[in-house]
DNA sequence: CATCATAGTATGGTATTTTATGGTTGTCAA
DNA sequence: TTGACAACCATAAAATACCATACTATGATG
């Protein structure tokens, strides 16, 4: 199953968020019931995915040469990032705050699907950003607007 | 399986629909029974396919690097705002209501196959969008007829 | 041929469950 | 002892399951 569509949430006092239902719904079949969580590495918000993905990445790292700076910067940036967050009975995750503040959430998180991954934004942060995006994808993509000739 | 054919249905007042008998069909074999909505990026309408295809399109953007630029593009903007919708018992869905504004749907739906897509209207637009098309048509004719193969 | 029966479909209304959210208490460790 | 954190309890609103009825097409039967 993927993550699709935008869900905003609050943010409690004590920083607990519900994860959306369809996203938990997304991570029903796997072992750990919860989300690994991690800065972006190209966007000011953070970035989501199942257990079940972390370990294919983990596999695909297997294949690099151990003392490859590629691997270096692997490890390092995402193995070592990476949060393991485990749903609470009622579906909700305690964001750790580093990870906020990095992505300029205070009050509310909006959670944006992305097929195997998810993202979690400040909502004023991400319609700048997904203005910028639309832009650029009618600009790359000619063929989409209307066909003459 | 293909969505074929043009049928129109009406909208209760809480956005409940039935999606056409043959459409449902179309997803019999599939794991997630129901469909995958999001708003149209050419036209004033909503589109839809299946999560088995939704799958496929994840499957073909998703390359595992963290740190490439490339997955800004249509397919992350289409995830983003795709929402599932499951059947119930009698086959219904609910369209949000964002969506049913950006098409100008209010009382009747009117579902369009396109294959291995489908379409939902506006009645009034689709006509309207129609008979654009047709005259379009026309006028390129003769570069049609003289295209072999 | 007219009528009846049947099965699938569309549609409307109500009841139940789930979800998101807030608060309280208990526990362990610094 | 205090502060962080997990487990537990509560509730309103939203989503969904459930039930009932009407309609359609089709086929069987007298």
Redo the contacts with the bound molecule.
């Keep these: 199953m993927l993550f699709l569509g935008t ?1 905003e ?2 943010i ?2 004590k920083g607990r ?2 994860v ?2 369809d996203f938990r719904m997304a991570t029903k079949n796997d072992d750990f019931q919860g989300v690994i969580l991690y800065h972006s590495f190209t966007h000011k918000c953070i970035e989501g995915c199942t257990m079940e993905r972390m370990e294919k990445l983990s596999d695909a790292t297997d294949n690099l040469d151990l003392f490859s700076e590629e691997n270096e910067n692997l490890n390092s940036l995402i193995f070592s990032d990476a949060r393991q967050l485990s749903f ?5 995750i ?1 964001i750790p705050a580093d990870l906020l503040e990095f992505a300029g959430i205070n009050g509310n998180a909006l959670f944006v699907g992305r097929g195997k991954t998810f993202q979690i934004w400040n909502k004023d942060e991400f319609e700048k950003y997904q203005k910028e995006t639309r832009e650029k994808a009618f600009k790359n993509r000619p063929s989409l607007s209307f066909k003459k000739d």
Excluded: E, F, L, M
């Design positions: 869900i949430n609050k409690d006092a968020v519900s959306p239902s609470d009975v009622t579906g909700r305690v």
